[in-house]
């Protein structure tokens, strides 16, 4: 009961919610980078927001099922092939044993979702089925899928949620070749100078190929730092710091000339200024950035980004109804 | 014919800096004959052609910035 994988795509790995409560132990929370994507496709399936759906980065899978299953494609823009005839995302699917299910040339954004009607069923490490490849748990086997791998489908669900044939237009996330991501500042934003402050604000930041799971890296005009005396146990070049630990999000610029976002698989702590955190409501918004993304970080404060919170939560209820 | 990159990264024509070219303009090719590689997240991964032909010119230059759907290069 399940499907086996021809081909493995690039990085496709079995993702959910995330492993909460085990970051201050250096493990990241992980997770579909994309939350809100992959929760569209839990919905469209009649899961809950708990099931394991597989992320696909640029190039995705090629799947035989083994057995009927309800499916649908979320996220990034991307032709679905079953059977070599062209299917919507954003649908629900109904596949039959034997079907193929394969991918086109991926078209805005890095990472869409195949969600299937009871979950991946690999199993649960620390409370989570996402696969953190560094620390080879989760997933199949703590890594990225591979040709030959046989993933089981969890049990049917009722989630007492009416079906949802299809995501209305209006509630599907968009992949804009031009974002502003929301960031509050801090905790190190005392490091820069007016200055840097300045150029880290006000220029356009361009998202670089040298962005994963981990971290995203953006080039751009540079910041500058207050001249100081390195503290003992800090590193000698400006943008370190004795060690701390890392906020989901935290913006850190080594060297001062590239910032880099860390996403949804980064460490915990480190040693490098965090200038600026990206605010949870955001974090979708860059995990949907491809390379080439034009970016501007807009600073907020705690108000506007616990509103922003809010907003967020009161779409996914009134989508999860 | 079109070689289209499935992915965003740096192309790149050899297989190593001190190795030579996978292929060079007016080469003959054959069907699922690697032409170049494309690298993202540390990972490199093979372009191929999809039909024999004469590989005519390549539209990225070596470590050029490629997206998803550009063309690498043209085989008649």
Redesign the interface.
């Known amino acids: 009961m399940g499907f086996d994988i021809i081909e493995p795509g690039?990085?496709t790995t079995v993702q959910d919610q995330g492993r909460i409560g085990y970051y201050r132990y250096g493990i990241p929370q992980g997770g579909s980078m994309d939350q809100y994507s992959a929760s569209l496709g839990n919905r469209l399936v009649g899961n809950t927001h708990k099931e394991a759906v597989l992320e696909c980065?640029?190039?995705g899978p090629r799947i035989t099922m083994t057995s009927d299953a309800t499916i649908a494609v979320t996220g990034a823009p991307v032709d679905v092939f079953v059977n070599g005839d062209s299917v919507p995302q954003y649908e629900r699917l109904s596949l039959k044993s034997g079907d193929e299910l394969k991918f086109g040339?991926?078209?805005g954004g890095t990472k869409y979702f195949i969600a299937v009607h009871g979950g991946l069923d690999v199993p649960e490490v620390l409370g989570s089925r996402s696969t953190y490849p560094i620390g080879s748990i989760g997933g199949v086997n703590g890594r990225a899928i591979a040709a030959g791998d046989s993933i089981s489908i969890g049990k049917k669900i009722d989630n007492g949620l009416p079906v949802l044939q299809s995501i209305p237009e209006a509630d599907r996330p968009v992949f804009s070749p031009t974002v502003n991501v929301r960031v509050m500042l801090g905790l190190y934003n005392h490091n820069l100078s007016d200055k840097g402050l300045k150029k880290f604000l006000d220029g356009e930041w361009t998202l670089t190929?040298i962005?994963?799971r981990m971290g995203l890296r953006y080039s751009g005009p540079g910041v500058e730092w207050k001249k100081r005396e390195q503290p003992f146990g800090a590193g000698q070049d400006p943008s370190n710091i004795v060690d701390a630990g890392y906020a989901v999000g935290s913006i850190q610029i080594p060297g001062g000339t590239q910032p880099i976002i860390l996403h949804r698989d980064a460490v915990s702590g480190g040693g490098y200024a965090m200038v600026a955190t990206v605010i949870s409501a955001d974090m979708d918004l860059v995990a949907r950035s491809?390379?080439?993304t034009k970016t501007r970080f807009v600073s907020v404060t705690m108000d506007e980004a616990l509103e922003a919170r809010r907003e967020m939560t009161a779409r996914d209820a009134r989508i999860w109804s | 014919m079109e070689i289209i990159s499935p992915l965003p990264g740096v192309f790149y024509r050899k297989p190593g800096p001190d190795k030579e070219p996978y292929v060079n303009e007016g080469d003959a090719i054959v069907a699922g004959q690697t032409i170049g590689l494309v690298e993202i997240m540390k990972q490199f991964s093979e372009v191929r052609a999809e039909a024999a032909g004469v590989l005519v010119s390549f539209k990225i230059d070596d470590f050029g910035i490629v997206n998803p759907g550009d063309v690498i290069a043209i085989v008649e």
Request: glycine share 8%; aromatic share 8%; proline share 14%.
């Open positions: 690039l990085s980065t640029y190039i040339v991926i078209k190929p962005a994963d491809s390379p080439g």
